[in-house]
């Protein structure tokens, strides 16, 4: 890196650093993870997130106005140091066995193009304050997807998931899929015999999830 390239990214550091942040509205800040058992013993996860929530974990100051500003190479060590925090904190284990998991991600270029609409909209929709949000809107969240097998079903008792701490509290869901055919003319509907084997009376189980009490 030239001397000029370096003075200049030290000086975007102090613009996110020292600058105060524009405000921004993206209603619910929680982060959510959806953890899903398929057939076959897949596990499927479902993290989403607000990116400017994780990088200011640390009360720091950083703003969207400034990060969807900043050019595709700054962007770059973002997004390298943001797909090195999960590989290194979503820790995946069953009982005291580490499980290695495939990740899906985003590209950087998917990642800055989501983070720039956010702005683009925040900035010139009228009355945004007046729009009602959703618990499923989630139009600006980074998506990251994982998954990987269990041996057996059993395994799923013994399933253990920590996030990374700087996604701060977790909405989490869990769920076991029912599959079934429909056939031609025919309607689906739910019943208990098309429930899991290791299902409870609810198809679907959901916790508040707060990284810091663990």
Partial sequence: MTFYKLKTWLFALFLIVFVAPCTYAHGISTATAK??????????????????????????????????????EKFGLFYKEIVKLFKQNL????????????????????????LKREFI??????NQQNIPYTFSDRRFYQVFY????????QDLEKLFIQFPQQLGTIYTTFTQSSNQEIHQGDSW??????SPKQAQKAATMSHSYDQKSH
């Avoid at 479902?46 to 900043?70: C, G, M, R, V």
């Avoid at 990740?103 to 800055?112: C, E, G, N």
């Avoid at 994982?146 to 079903?153: E, I, S």
């Avoid at 509907?189 to 098309?194: E, N, P, T, V």
């Fill in 35 to 72: 953890i899903e058992m398929r057939p076959g013993n897949l596990i499927e996860l479902k993290i989403q997130f607000n990116l400017i929530d994780l990088l200011n974990h640390n009360e720091k100051k950083y703003s969207l106005p400034l990060i969807a500003s900043l050019s595709e």
């Fill in 189 to 194: 509907k739910y019943s208990l015999r098309h």
């Fill in 91 to 114: 820790i995946i284990k069953i009982a005291d066995q580490p499980i290695n998991s495939n990740a899906r991600l985003p590209t950087q270029a998917q990642m800055f193009a989501l």
């Fill in 146 to 153: 994982f998954d990987f097998r269990l041996k057996n079903p």
């Fill in 121 to 126: 909209e925040t900035k010139f929709s009228k």
